[in-house]
C-alpha cells in the first residue's frame, strides 16, 4: 500500500525553525514532483512550496527566502525546512506527491498532515 507519512511538525517559539519530512512507502520507482501545502484554521488549504524532479522549485511569496524544500530520490522523501517562523505560519502542513510507481504509473498521493504552531 503506498502512503505518505509526514514528521516534524510541532509548537515552536517566533523565530524559531522546524524541519518536516515527508517520507514515501510502498511500490514507489521514484518521486516525480513533490509540494507542501498548509491550511490555517477557517482558511483554504494553500501551496507553500514546490519542487520537480529536477530540482527547480517554486514558493509562495509568503515563505520565500524562509523555506527551502528539498527532495531526495535515494530515500523517497521529501523535506521542508522553516527558518524564521511566524505566527501566520501556524497551520497544518500537507505532503503532496506524483509518484511514478513500479507498475510504471503515475499517481498523486497526500500526507495525512502534521500541525505547526508559532507563538508569538
Known amino acids: 500500500q503506498v502512503q505518505l507519512v509526514e514528521s516534524g511538525g510541532g509548537t515552536v517559539q517566533a523565530g524559531g525553525s522546524l524541519r518536516l519530512s515527508c517520507a514515501a512507502s510502498?511500490?514507489?520507482?521514484?518521486?516525480?514532483?513533490a509540494a507542501w501545502y498548509r491550511q490555517a484554521p477557517g482558511k483554504q488549504r494553500e501551496l507553500v512550496a514546490a519542487i520537480t524532479r529536477n530540482g527547480s522549485t517554486n514558493y509562495a511569496d509568503s515563505v520565500s527566502g524562509r523555506f527551502t524544500i528539498s527532495l531526495d530520490n535515494a530515500k523517497i522523501a521529501v523535506y521542508l525546512q522553516m527558518n524564521s517562523l511566524k505566527p501566520e505560519d501556524t497551520a497544518v502542513y500537507y505532503c503532496?506527491?506524483?509518484?511514478?510507481?513500479?507498475?510504471?504509473?503515475?499517481?498523486?498521493?497526500w500526507g495525512q498532515g502534521t500541525q505547526v504552531t508559532v507563538s508569538s
Open positions: 503532496n506527491a506524483d509518484l511514478l510507481l513500479v507498475a510504471f504509473t503515475v499517481e498523486i498521493y
Open positions: 510502498g511500490s514507489i520507482f521514484r518521486i516525480n514532483n
